[in-house]
């Protein structure tokens, strides 16, 4: 099969696209047509070799697809070769082929395309998590979201105004803050500004008053979480994502104490292996929500696979609005 493969861990020009073998179904495993893929910062992190989770090399990278069913290993009889599925996956997506789980295998809705179902894999699974699990989130709350046009930045802007928040999106220029409105932020904020801790704070006093945020939901780190976090209610919690800044901030603990702020992290694809209830329970939700037309992956491009240079580079440049698609299947509208 065609498929993407890191040899040595380093630039993105170390991924090689070249026929590699086939993967086989074990028990309780799925093996998938893979139609399309999507490219997700911790993809750039494995390619890199700076991600907390590696398998040994050569290997194929990629942790979202869609596609059909091509076979089931022993066990598996919910599902059938030719059916349309999701899959998240740790590595292996990148491929005309891959091997999933079973139990991270989910049946996709009838209206949704192959580059929806993959855009839809790990960003709104994390914007879920974020938001439900670790925030526990009310309808009525005000959720901050930082990185609010990328992957899952625009997934939790979605998401949290499908469940009755008032979204503040925190972006870094026009046409990003225009993404942002167009998916249901109430307020946005811009995070390229001089001394952006007083001024962050002064543009969401300027939309809310004094009252503060409810939620921070972090992917950036940095200076923007620094800022973000004074301007926090009382009570409130962050949530952190990710760093796509680079930066790991640091935090002194009595402003915790002061204003009774809860820091969480959220290692959202650890969730498939502790606790796969919770992740199938939060898909059939995000399905639900998709099918009644109040979350809709926003995919910026769809890249044949051979020019997946482009696609992972959009990605390291922080040029992607919303999410960038691989077609893997030649000649194919995903």
């Known amino acids: 099969m065609r498929a993407l493969v890191i040899h040595e861990h380093g630039p993105i020009d170390n991924l090689k696209l070249e026929t590699f073998a086939e993967p086989r179904p074990g028990p309780e495993e799925v093996l998938i047509e893979v139609h399309a893929a999507s490219v997700n910062f911790p993809d750039l992190l494995v390619i890199s070799g700076s991600y907390q989770r590696l398998p040994p090399t050569p290997f ?28 998240q996956v740790e ?32 960003v709104y699974i994390t914007a879920h998590f974020a938001l439900v699990e670790r925030a526990a989130m009310k309808s009525g709350e005000v959720v901050l979201v ?12 979605q998401l949290a105004k499908a469940l009755g928040a008032t979204v503040i999106a925190a972006v870094s220029s026009e046409d990003k803050a225009a993404l942002a409105r167009a998916n249901g932020a109430d307020h946005v904020v811009f995070t390229a500004v001089p001394d952006l801790k007083e001024n962050l704070r002064q543009q969401i006093a300027a939309a809310l008053g004094k009252r503060g945020v409810d939620v921070v ?29 680079g930066r790991v901030p ?30 199938q329970r939060a898909q059939r939700e995000l399905f639900s929500l998709y099918e009644q037309g109040k979350l809709k992956p926003h995919v910026m491009a769809i890249f044949p696979l051979e020019a997946y240079r482009d696609a992972l580079a959009t990605v390291r440049d922080r040029k992607v609005l919303g999410k960038v698609v691989l077609r893997i299947r030649k000649n194919e509208k995903p």
Do not use: H
């Open 60 to 87: 194929v990278p990629g942790k979202d697809l869609a596609g059909t069913v091509a076979a089931v290993g022993s066990g598996v009889t919910n599902l059938k070769p030719g059916e349309r599925v999701m899959a």
């Open 91 to 122: 590595y292996g997506a990148y491929a005309e082929r891959a091997v999933a789980p079973l139990g991270n295998c989910y049946r996709m809705p009838a209206s949704m395309s192959f580059a929806e179902g993959a855009a839809m894999g790990l």
């Open 146 to 157: 930082t990185g609010a046009a990328g992957g899952v930045g625009l997934a939790t802007v």
């Open 217 to 245: 939901i972090d992917s950036v780190g940095g200076d923007v979480f620094d800022a973000s976090l004074r301007t926090v209610a009382w009570c409130g919690r962050v949530v952190i994502v990710g760093f796509a800044a």
């Open 250 to 279: 640091e935090v002194k603990a009595g402003y915790l104490l002061v204003k009774n702020i809860s820091l969480i992290g959220l290692q959202a694809s650890d969730y498939r292996d502790r606790e796969p209830e919770k992740v």
